[in-house]
C-alpha cells in the first residue's frame, strides 16, 4: 500500500508564521525606499545610496516573505527560502558594515587616539567585523538551504545563531556610536567653554 509523503513546508521549519508582521514591514519600507531616494538626489552622499539599497533589499526580502508563509507552494520551495535569507542577510550586512566603517572613519577624522585596550582596539578591526558578518549571512544560507526535514533541529539552531551574531554586531556598533556621541558633545562643551571671555566665567 502506498503512502502519501506530505512535502516539507521550509518556511515553517524555520519558524516563519506571522505574515502580518511581514506585510506590516514590507508597507512602512515603501515610504522610507521613497524619501531615501529623494535625499539621494538632494544630498548625494554615500550613506543615502547605501539606506537605498538597504531598503530595496528590506522590501523585497518582506515581500517573499509574505510569500513564503501565506503560499505552501512557495513555502516548499527550497530556492524561493534561500533567495529570501540571502536577501534579509546582505542587505542587514551592507547596513551594518556602512554605519560601522561610517563611525570608525569618524573618529579618525575627529583625532581621536588609539585605545590601550586590546579589547577596544579588536572591536576596531574592520577586517574581523566584516568575516564576522560574512559568517552570519553564510549560516542563514546553510540553515535555509539544509532540508534535513520540517523538524530538523540543526536548521533551527543554525538559523537562531545567525541571529545572535547579527544581533550582537548591532549592539557592539550601537555602543561605539554612542561612545562617539558622548565624546563629541563634550568636546563641542569644552570648546564652546574655552572660547567664553574670561570675565564671564
Known amino acids: 500500500m502506498a503512502t502519501n509523503v506530505q512535502p516539507i513546508n521550509f518556511a515553517k521549519a524555520l519558524g516563519f ?18 524619501w531615501y531616494v529623494r535625499q539621494s538626489f538632494v544630498r548625494p552622499t554615500f550613506v543615502h545610496f547605501v539606506l537605498v539599497f538597504f531598503c530595496i533589499i528590506r522590501l523585497a526580502a518582506f515581500a517573499i516573505r509574505a510569500a513564503l508563509i501565506s503560499l505552501d507552494s512557495a513555502g516548499q520551495n527550497i530556492n524561493i527560502l534561500i533567495a529570501d535569507e540571502i536577501l534579509f542577510g546582505v542587505g542587514y550586512f551592507s547596513l551594518l558594515y556602512s554605519a560601522y566603517t561610517l563611525v570608525l572613519d569618524l573618529e579618525i577624522i575627529a583625532g581621536r ?27 542563514g544560507i546553510v540553515a535555509a538551504s539544509s532540508n534535513n ?18 544581533l550582537l554586531l548591532t549592539i557592539l556598533q550601537a555602543f561605539q556610536t554612542a ?3 558622548k565624546i563629541e558633545i563634550e568636546g563641542h562643551g569644552k570648546e564652546r567653554r ?6 564671564s566665567r
Open 17 to 34: 508564521n506571522s505574515e502580518a508582521a511581514a506585510v506590516v514591514f514590507a508597507i512602512l519600507y515603501a515610504p522610507l525606499l521613497g
Open 113 to 139: 587616539p588609539e585605545s590601550d585596550n586590546p579589547i577596544i582596539r579588536l572591536t576596531k578591526n574592520r577586517r574581523l567585523f566584516r568575516f564576522a558578518l560574512t559568517v552570519a549571512v553564510a549560516l
Open 149 to 166: 526535514g520540517a523538524n530538523s533541529t540543526t536548521n533551527q539552531a543554525l538559523h537562531k545563531a545567525s541571529t545572535i551574531i547579527f
Open 179 to 181: 561612545i562617539l556621541t
Open 194 to 199: 574655552d572660547n567664553e571671555p574670561f570675565g
